[in-house]
């Protein structure tokens, strides 16, 4: 069996002492699968995509990535959406596209220009025309053109109509490596749903509350992920 592609172990993180956002996490992510880390907002999930993408460091505890702990060079094989656009909004979307390609090293600009072409996406518009759904769809692009091995997408159609949805999921599935794991975050679980091989439903306090195989606990509860979270929930402070 192929090494987790993620381990989170013993993750401790806190902003004040007596709040504890992540406590004693663990959790593995295999390779090959859409993971869906679903919880509603403020349970810790974009403060753990934070730690594993190396934006914020966990006051205790290790995240080994592609069989290393966690350090610079885990970079290179993460690709990483944040929840609020990061562009620089005076970049037109060509500029965008070839300081991705400078900077990624598993930058596809044939894959990027193709999904834009497919949003009717001017590369020639600067980044501030365009609508804050655009943009969005704009970052979704360059982070899924990478041949990375880790995608994490923190909320990644929270932001844009339904419409829009329907691409950026087909979007997710059609170009990430099969080789690699995609972890989105995400409270809206009835849309992503159907793209989820696996799951993990993450409570306040950084607690994984239950986890599988989408398809299995959907045949042995006879619901779906959606009904499932709804009543796992209910009683969740």
Same mark, same amino acid.
């Given at each position: ?23 004693? +996490?663990?959790?593995? !992510?295999? &390779?090959?699968?859409?993971?869906? *880390? ?8 974009? @403060? /753990? ?8 460091a966990p006051d205790d505890g290790t995240v ?42 598993? +930058?596809?600009?044939? !894959?990027? &220009?193709?999904?834009?072409?497919? *949003? ?8 501030? @025309? /365009? ?29 844009v109509d339904p419409a829009a949805r329907d ?64 009543e796992v929930f209910k009683y969740v402070p």
């Amino acid at each position: 069996m192929s090494t987790p592609i993620l381990v989170c172990t013993n993750l401790h993180k806190s902003y004040r002492k007596d709040v504890p956002v992540l406590k004693g +996490f663990h959790w593995e !992510v295999p &390779r090959g699968r859409i993971v869906g *880390l679903l919880g509603p907002n403020g349970c810790g999930k974009s @403060t /753990l995509i934070k730690i594993i993408s190396g934006l914020l460091a966990p006051d205790d505890g290790t995240v080994a990535i592609d069989g290393e702990l966690r350090s610079e060079r885990s970079n290179a094989v993460i690709s990483y959406l944040p929840e609020r656009t990061y562009i620089n909004a005076w970049m037109k979307v060509e500029e965008l596209i070839r300081y991705f390609a400078d900077f990624y090293a598993d +930058f596809d600009e044939n !894959v990027a &220009r193709k999904m834009l072409s497919e *949003l009717n996406i001017d590369v020639s518009a600067k980044l501030k @025309t /365009l609508s804050k759904g655009t943009k969005e769809k704009v970052q979704l692009v360059m982070v899924m053109a990478r041949k990375a091995k880790l995608y994490l997408l923190d909320e990644p159609i929270a932001g844009v109509d339904p419409a829009a949805r329907d691409y950026i999921i087909s979007t997710i599935i059609g170009n990430y490596n099969p080789e690699a794991a995609v972890i989105i975050t995400t409270h809206l679980i009835h849309d992503v749903e159907p793209m989820l091989d696996e799951f993990a439903f993450m409570a306040p306090g950084g607690k994984i509350l239950l986890s599988g195989v989408a398809d299995d606990v959907r045949a042995e509860q006879g619901k779906s992920l959606d009904e499932l979270f709804r009543e796992v929930f209910k009683y969740v402070p």
